[in-house]
Nanobody, 124 residues
Framework: HVQLVESGGGSVQVGGSLRLSCVAS????????MGWFRQIPDKEREGVAG???????SYADSVKGRFSLSKDNAKNTLYLQMDSLKVEDTATYYC???????????????????WGQGTQVTVS
């Protein structure tokens, strides 16, 4: 059982940057697929970025080239560096973890087992 806590959200101007952190406890993130998701009111939760146990990363088209996902296994922490922020990036951002499914990391939110409480990002 792993617990996740996000931090680093806040308000930023268009074009600015933020770095979100997700600190895990109770288990090591190296055992899991890890991802960042975001949600705005009245919209579906959507995938932003994911990382596999081997370090391979993937990104939603809407953030590719602007966001960068990384992890520090020693600190048991996942990061999301967000640059060139846009108004449409405004959302609550969630960290999530899941075992791989048949050796492949899940993509859809419902496939993830563990979630943080979220951190708000507002771009204006």
């Amino acid at each position: 059982h792993v617990q996740l806590v996000e931090s680093g959200g806040g308000s930023v101007q268009v074009g600015g940057s933020l770095r979100l952190s997700c600190v895990a406890s109770g288990d090591t993130i190296g055992r899991y697929c890890m991802g960042w998701f975001r949600q705005i009111p009245d919209k579906e939760r959507e995938g932003v970025a994911g990382i596999e146990s081997d370090g391979s990363t993937s990104y939603a088209d809407s953030v590719k080239g602007r966001f960068s996902l990384s992890k520090d296994n020693a600190k048991n922490t996942l990061y999301l560096q967000m640059d060139s922020l846009k108004v449409e990036d405004t959302a609550t951002y969630y960290c999530a973890a899941s075992p791989a499914l048949d050796g492949v990391c899940p993509i859809r939110p419902y496939e993830y087992n563990y979630w943080g409480q979220g951190t708000q990002v507002t771009v204006s």
